[in-house]
């Protein structure tokens, strides 16, 4: 089975605080993703990576950013965290195009 | 800038009843996929479809692609308790990007 873990399910950080999301996939997708989930606004999403160091904007990338040294991690960075980033963040990765995505469980994060 | 919408988007159903949830998307693309959510958990995949026509089935769940109409269809039949979830369709719009619908919460009372 594919296993995308999230090293942390639930955060509660200070605004102004920077913080690292890290996601690790096991099956060797090439591509990874970083989305957002909020209630009415489905799934957003933050960026992509194609392959190692390369990444890609996606519909709201602003006070994000994102790191891919190696090919089984991608990590998301709020380099200061706002409120309105308190948020579900799901990590998602896929083998190739014209293949479904795969998440994992989740972090939920508070900022206050 | 492809636009996916499902609807309804809340959707309450007796067991035993059947319905269908619609995902309509903007832009040409043969590729979408199906994904159903659990309160507090994340997404799992249920069907893909690749080409115009596809149907593709598991138990009570059937979907279809229509790209020519830009609609798919995810088909409950004889619904039951354990259907209960909240369920996404993807597009996948040919540049790595896969642009979610708003999702479909589903409640089926016993």
């Known amino acids: 089975d594919v296993k995308v873990t999230q090293s942390s399910r639930y955060l509660v950080k200070r605004t102004g605080e920077k913080v690292f999301l890290e996601c690790v996939q096991d099956?060797?997708?090439?591509?990874m993703f970083w989305y957002r989930q909020d209630p009415g606004l489905g799934l957003r999403l933050i960026y992509f990576s194609y392959d190692v160091k390369m990444k890609e904007k996606g519909d709201i990338p602003e006070g994000y950013s994102v790191s891919r040294e190696k090919k089984e991690r991608f990590s998301l960075i709020l380099e200061s965290a706002s409120t309105n980033q308190t948020s579900m963040y799901l990590c998602a990765s896929s083998p190739a195009r014209a293949r479904p995505i795969y998440f994992g469980e989740g972090s939920w994060l508070t900022v206050v | 800038e492809l636009k996916v919408e499902q609807n309804p988007l809340f959707l309450s159903m007796q067991e035993g009843k059947n319905y269908t949830i619609y995902c309509n998307y903007s832009t040409t693309s043969d590729r979408l996929y199906w994904y159903r959510q659990d309160p507090g958990k994340s997404l799992e995949s249920l069907f893909v479809l690749l080409s115009n026509g596809a149907v593709k089935q598991e138990g009570r769940l059937m979907a279809s692609l229509d790209t020519k109409a830009r609609l798919s269809t995810l088909h409950i039949t004889a619904a039951v308790h354990d259907l209960s979830a909240t369920y996404f369709c993807?597009?996948?719009?040919?540049?790595?990007?896969?642009?979610f619908g708003t999702g479909t919460r589903l409640k089926v009372l016993a």
């Open positions: 099956m060797d997708h090439e591509n």
């Open positions: 993807a597009v996948d719009e040919g540049t790595y990007k896969y642009i």
